[in-house]
């Protein structure tokens, strides 16, 4: 009777312990953290999506370059030196006075020349190449803002699956450590039963390897958790903490398959920046071919010189000129550009289907997982309940010496198996929304409504922009 009390409190022990195990795996603690403000933080500190930002602002200073073409180019000059000149000079007969001989003099000696002058240049025409750079830095800026684009949705898919593997990483460790508690109970429950004479040494042995099994299973756990840390303070930016559960994002995807592919093919952004760069190739050819047109520019010149020559000791120069270029022919350098530029357009036309077939497999792909993952929940919670059930089924047996000692240590095993099971499923399940979010084109801050400020690039453009002076950046440096 003593023996049979002993194994119904084991039995509660291992129950116990397990429901503590399942509470661990649904329970929200106080002032935890949520998947939306670790998403938060990834969005403010993650040094690759910053990295980007900076690239993008590099790419908006094109633009103020391009408008250059259309602003006039100014430069002073000054100079001054050391001369000496022989000079002799004869003036013809009769350009002194009528009838008169022609008269010839000479002068030696150094003299000191110096000047000062001022030099604007103004381009009225180049064959509109000044307006198509504009518009191609212009579209450079657009597709770098989408390359930003999908810079923030891979690092918030990174930040969303670092996330869940921190949570199935530690719920998996406590699940591995009652395992362990409940092995250890089963050993000793075991030992007793050997002393009674109730089972075998092999009982013990089979025990005592279960548990020396649970426990390089429960190390094996300590260190991916290690890792899983390491990885969610590199991509988040903080220690991670008391993570809540996290739910999945479908209410922001599309409802059907199709819907879905239709908007990665319009929204993700790796297709919208291939668009974009098949603008700029498109401007580029135009501004090939603007090199064959004629060009036309206005030069204002003012020069003032003091002794430019022994005998001038001074020389005042104000010019207004207007410069007309008409290209014949340049060695045909012109024309090869031009037809690499329209074989660079046709590259980047073949590039956007290349793109859109692969976000629409990528979407195809992402909905099928989605799927698979709700159904694997669905699946890993009626294994755990079927699993629970047999476990207390086969103790009561092994109660009435119809189940041996390694039925049980099985029965725990399937148990522990099912709630590993359930855990990588709910993982799954999340990071599967998150994805399909993504390959959508609708991962990002402001879709998700993070507590965040939301980075606005064209704060920055509009800065710079029109800026015709200065060396400091908008941020002061």
């Avoid at 879905?260 to 319009?266: H, K, L, R, T």
């Avoid at 993504?438 to 064209?458: C, F, H, T, W």
Wanted: proline residues 4%; glycine residues 6%.
């Amino acid at each position: 009777m003593r023996t049979m009390w002993r194994r119904a409190r084991v039995e509660r022990s291992s129950a116990a312990a397990f429901a503590l195990c399942a509470a661990a795996i649904v329970a929200t603690p106080a002032a935890a953290e949520t998947i939306e403000s670790a998403l938060a933080k990834a969005y403010q500190n993650n040094p690759q999506l910053n990295a980007q930002r900076a690239i993008v602002r590099q790419t908006d200073e094109g633009v103020p370059q391009a408008l250059s073409g259309y602003r006039p180019n100014i430069n002073a000059n000054a100079s001054i030196g050391r001369q000496y000149s022989d000079v002799t000079q004869t003036i013809p007969p009769g350009a002194v006075f009528a009838g008169g001989p022609a008269v010839t003099f000479s002068a030696k000696g150094l003299s000191t020349p110096r000047s000062v002058g001022l030099t604007a240049t103004q381009n009225f025409f180049n064959g509109q190449q000044t307006a198509n750079k504009v518009r191609a830095a212009e579209s450079q800026v657009a597709a770098a803002r989408e390359t930003l684009r999908m810079m923030e949705s891979s690092v918030l898919l990174s930040a969303a699956s670092i996330y869940m593997d921190m949570s199935r990483d530690s719920a998996n460790l406590q699940v591995q450590q009652n395992n362990v508690r409940v092995l250890q109970r089963t050993l000793t429950d075991t030992r007793n039963r050997f002393n009674a004479g109730q089972v075998t040494d092999t009982d013990v042995a089979q025990a005592e390897a279960q548990l020396a099994a649970g426990e390089a299973t429960q190390h094996s756990a300590e260190s991916q958790l290690m890792t899983t840390r390491a990885n969610y303070r590199r991509i988040i930016g903080v220690e991670a903490a008391n993570l809540a559960a996290a739910a999945p994002v479908d209410r922001l995807a599309p409802a059907n398959l199709n819907g879905a592919v239709a908007a990665g093919i319009a929204e993700n952004p790796s297709v919208t920046a291939a668009l974009y760069g098949v603008d700029v190739a498109q401007l580029q050819v135009k501004i090939a071919e603007g090199a064959l047109w004629p060009s036309l520019t206005g030069q204002y010149s003012i020069q003032d010189q003091r002794d430019p020559q022994l005998l001038t000791p001074k020389l005042f120069t104000n010019t207004v000129t207007l410069n007309l270029s008409v290209p014949i022919y340049q060695g045909g350098t012109e024309y090869s550009a031009i037809r690499l530029d329209k074989e660079n357009l046709n590259q980047q036309r073949l590039n956007v289907d290349q793109v859109r077939d692969q976000v629409r497999a990528d979407v195809v792909q992402a909905w099928g997982q989605l799927q698979a993952a709700k159904a694997q929940v669905e699946a890993a919670r009626r294994q755990n309940a079927a699993a629970e059930r047999a476990l207390t089924g086969v103790r009561n047996e092994a109660l009435a010496g119809q189940r041996t000692t390694q039925d049980v240590l099985n029965a725990e095993q399937a148990l522990v198996n099912a709630r590993q099971s359930l855990l990588v499923a709910q993982h799954d399940r999340v990071v599967a929304s998150f994805s399909l979010l993504s390959a959508v084109g609708r991962l990002s801050a402001r879709e998700l409504k993070l507590p965040v400020e939301i980075y606005d690039p064209q704060v920055h453009y509009h800065q710079v922009r029109d800026t015709w002076f200065g060396l400091r950046t908008p941020s002061g440096e």
